[in-house]
């Protein structure tokens, strides 16, 4: 026998001397390599024993079963999600990537009044429930794509396209959120919807031209319908504050006149009343009061008893009159 084969027929006999161990240290390997677990602290742990749902475990180090007896799923419950829907993300920054061309067909629907909107949206979720989302619903994460875009199809399609691209983005979002909520509860697949998020919303390609100019059609007409009221708020309520002046001031010079005849009537009423009573008293009353009132713009003043004739020749009347 050569040299060689020496050689190799002693290493073939350490072999068998030591199989047994080496045998027991690659079982050792594989034990080790296939009990033990580290749970992430945003997981949860859901171990089968041959197939069967055994236990949950936390986050940590933990031991299973070896040789594939048991197995372990690990499930981000502390995690929040998300889906894709009409376009995906290539590459997440400052600047991101995305991909739509793929994914049109997700994102090309019908609304109410038969026309077409491409809607772009995500949902973000939270698993709640670890034994719910393996075994309640196959496929949990297909599943929730269907029915999120299920959803939105459905929303959608009770609206007109105008409010979809405009002033009804986030009602349908909201709609969205609560129906998939609702799908969610109904299948028990241990999902929260915390959000939906209308990315984009645009008309198909080949209408934004159209759809444009129609915008800016009724933009131009929301301007001049603006800009009239606001000249008729100007105009108007001037004009009706200078009418409602002209009729107080009317309404005020009547009220006036007729409270001043209102007084002299009753005056005059006051002075019958009185001269009924009494006619010659009140005579010279009135007689008296009027004097008083007409004398002093008299200047100077002669007063003779009518039957003092014989006084007027000494009196220079007209030099008097002329002294005035």
């Not at 677990?37 to 236990?55: A, D, H, M, S």
């Not at 008309?203 to 001049?224: G, H, I, M």
Request: charged share 25%; aromatic share 8%.
């Amino acid at each position: 026998m050569t040299e060689q084969e020496l050689q190799l027929r002693r290493v073939l006999e350490l072999i068998k001397k030591n199989l047994r161990q080496v045998l027991l240290g690659l079982l050792v390997l594989i034990a080790l390599l296939t009990s033990v677990k580290t749970v992430g602290p945003e997981q949860e742990g859901i171990v089968l024993f041959l197939g069967k749902y055994n236990r949950t475990v936390q986050p940590g180090l933990n031991f299973i079963v070896p040789f594939g007896l048991e197995h372990m799923y690990k499930i981000p419950v502390q995690r929040q999600l998300k889906q894709e829907f009409g376009f995906r993300t290539v590459e997440a920054g400052v600047r991101s990537q995305y991909s739509k061309d793929a994914y049109r067909d997700e994102s090309l629907m019908l609304t109410g009044d038969l026309n077409l909107a491409d809607v772009e949206w995500v949902i973000q979720y939270r698993i709640v429930n670890s034994y719910n989302y393996l075994f309640r619903v196959r496929d949990a994460e297909d599943a929730l794509h269907d029915m999120a875009e299920a959803a939105m199809r459905k929303i959608v399609g009770d609206r007109t396209v105008n409010e979809v691209l405009t002033v009804g983005r986030q009602e349908v979002a909201s709609s969205v959120e609560v129906l998939l909520q609702r799908m969610c509860n109904e299948y028990e697949n241990g999902i929260r919807i915390d959000q939906v998020v209308l990315q984009d919303v645009n008309p198909p390609d080949p209408v934004k031209p159209s759809f444009n100019a129609v915008n800016e059609a009724q933009q131009e007409r929301e301007t001049l319908i603006n800009r009239a009221e606001s000249e008729y708020n100007r105009v108007i309520p001037r004009a009706r504050g200078e009418a409602q002046e002209t009729i107080q001031l009317a309404e005020a010079y009547a009220l006036n006149r007729v409270n001043i005849a209102t007084g002299e009537a009753d005056r005059f009423s006051s002075l019958y009343a009185e001269y009924v009573k009494a006619p010659e008293v009140t005579k010279k009353r009135l007689y008296y009061e009027t004097m008083e009132r007409i004398l002093p713009n008299l200047g100077n003043k002669i007063i003779v008893d009518e039957k003092g004739t014989n006084v007027l020749p000494l009196l220079n009347i007209d030099q008097v009159r002329q002294g005035n």
